[in-house]
């Protein structure tokens, strides 16, 4: 059987976007994402969970993310798991770790942009939207709020 690899995930930046270039010339965005999860105990307490999640991000939507968002700005990811391995250089030892590489990032809510064409809006400026498709899903309806 072939394997399916697809995950999406909404949640919160930890910090702000870190858009660097390869030697080539493609941008890379890495975006730490923090995603709550709320479930009852055996006690049956309400308790909450937050799972952090690296997500890298290539090409003008690199570019794009590390433009609009910033830390606390709320996304939605779409993409796969991808593992990355190495040897740790002090100890010799093998290591590994997944994260996602996100094909698309949907933007929830307010960002660097967003809070720039607020200010203008105060300021009496007419404000424009900043990327189209923000925060309209795949099937090109409104994504519900987080």
């Known amino acids: 059987m072939k394997g399916i690899n697809t995950v999406v995930i909404g949640g919160n930046l930890t910090r702000d976007v870190e858009v660097r270039y390869t030697p080539s010339g493609k941008a890379v965005a890495d975006l730490s994402v923090a995603v709550n999860n709320s479930f009852k105990g055996k006690d049956g307490e309400l308790r909450e969970e937050v799972c952090f999640l690296e997500v890298e991000v290539w090409d003008r939507q690199a570019e794009t993310c590390g ?4 830390k606390g700005s709320s996304v939605l990811v779409e993409g796969s798991l991808k593992q990355d391995s190495w ?4 100890s010799g030892a093998k290591r590994s770790r997944h994260k996602i590489r996100g ?3 949907h933007f929830i809510g307010g960002g660097k942009g967003r809070r720039e064409e607020q200010e203008g809006e105060e300021d009496g400026q007419q404000s424009t939207d900043h990327t189209e498709g923000d925060d309209i899903g795949p099937d090109g309806k409104s994504l519900p709020p987080f």
């Open 67 to 70: 433009e609009y968002l910033s």
């Open 103 to 105: 094909r698309r990032v």
């Open 87 to 90: 040897t740790d250089k002090e």
